[in-house]
C-alpha cells in the first residue's frame, strides 16, 4: 500500500476516535481563553479601598460566610484563598465554586459569584471525569491531534510538491 493512501486513511481514522473528546478540547479551550473577558467563565476582579492588606484571616473568614450562596462556616468549607494585595481583594473560592471577593483593608464583601473556570480547566485536561480518561483518553488525543496535524500538512504539501517536480521535469 503507497504512503499517501495508508496515510490519509490513518489520517481519517484517526480524526474520527479523536472527534469528541478534541470537541470538549477545544470548546473548552474557547472558553478559557475568552474567562477575563467573560463574567459567565469567571468573575470580575473588584478594586479594594486600599492595596494594603489590614483584615485577619478570622475577618476574611467571617465576611465570606456571610455571602449564603457560597455556603461558608467553617475554614473546611473554603478550597483556597487568592490574596491579591495590588488589587487590594482576597478571592475566597468555596468547595462548591462560589467565590467572595472580600475588601482586604476594610473585610467588606465587594462580590459574590459562581466560578466557572476550574470546572472548564477540568473538562479541558479530563481531570473532571477521573485521573484514568485523563491518561487514558485526553493525553492520547493530544497526541493523535499532533499526529493529525503532521499529516495533514504531509497532505497538503504532497500535491503542491508533486506539481512542483512535474513543472521542473517539464521544463
Not at 112 to 128: F, M, N, T
Amino acid at each position: 500500500m503507497a504512503f499517501s493512501i495508508w496515510n490519509r486513511k490513518l489520517h481519517r481514522w484517526v480524526a474520527i476516535a479523536a472527534a469528541l473528546p478534541l470537541a470538549v478540547i477545544v470548546v473548552t479551550g474557547i472558553l478559557l481563553q475568552l474567562k477575563k473577558h467573560t463574567d459567565w467563565v469567571q468573575p470580575p476582579t473588584r478594586k479594594g479601598s486600599e492595596r494594603r492588606p489590614r483584615v485577619t484571616m478570622e475577618e476574611i473568614l467571617r465576611a465570606a460566610s456571610t455571602a449564603k450562596e457560597a455556603g461558608i462556616a467553617t475554614w473546611e468549607d473554603v478550597d483556597r484563598l487568592d490574596v491579591r494585595p495590588r488589587d487590594g481583594i482576597v478571592k475566597v473560592q468555596a468547595k462548591n465554586r462560589w467565590e467572595v471577593q472580600v475588601d482586604a483593608s476594610t473585610g467588606a464583601v465587594l462580590q459574590v459569584a459562581y466560578r466557572r473556570s476550574d470546572v472548564i480547566e477540568a473538562l479541558h485536561d479530563g481531570s473532571w471525569f477521573h485521573d484514568g480518561v485523563k491518561l487514558g483518553v485526553f493525553l492520547p488525543v493530544g497526541v493523535m491531534l499532533l499526529g493529525l496535524w503532521s499529516t495533514g500538512l504531509y497532505l497538503w504539501f504532497l500535491p503542491h510538491w508533486v506539481k512542483r517536480r512535474r513543472d521542473r521535469m517539464q521544463s
